[in-house]
């Protein structure tokens, strides 16, 4: 049989239910957030509000709720520059779609 030395759970990484609870509060706030500047006209740049604020709601979940945050180092930076790699994509794509559509 093993025996085990100290507590064993200095390994063990857990996220506490309150830090959930906070993660889900804040993309509740930007559901809300969201729904408050779609009302609000920003012109050419309502889309790319929109896409901002997914691009930071998609980057609390992928952080903590499918534990890229307490992965490796590199792993999180790739997350992160992936997020604005796409978030930049698409606006771009979007700007130029909105840029060369003929406006009557």
Not at 29 to 35: A, D, E, K, V, W
Not at 57 to 75: D, G, I, N, P, Q
Request: no cysteine.
């Amino acid at each position: 049989m093993s025996e085990h030395s100290g507590s064993g759970h200095a390994t063990e990484k857990s996220s506490p239910l309150k830090m959930y609870f906070g993660i889900w509060a804040a993309l509740l706030l930007g559901t809300f957030i969201t729904y408050k500047a779609a009302f609000i006209e920003l012109g050419r740049f309502n889309a790319a509000v929109a896409l901002g604020i997914a691009t930071v709601k998609a980057t609390l979940v992928a952080l903590f709720f499918m534990h890229v945050w307490h992965a490796s180092e590199k792993l999180t930076k790739l997350v992160v520059i992936a997020a604005i790699f796409f978030l930049m994509l698409l606006l771009g794509l979007t700007m130029s779609d909105y840029a060369t559509r003929p406006w009557s």
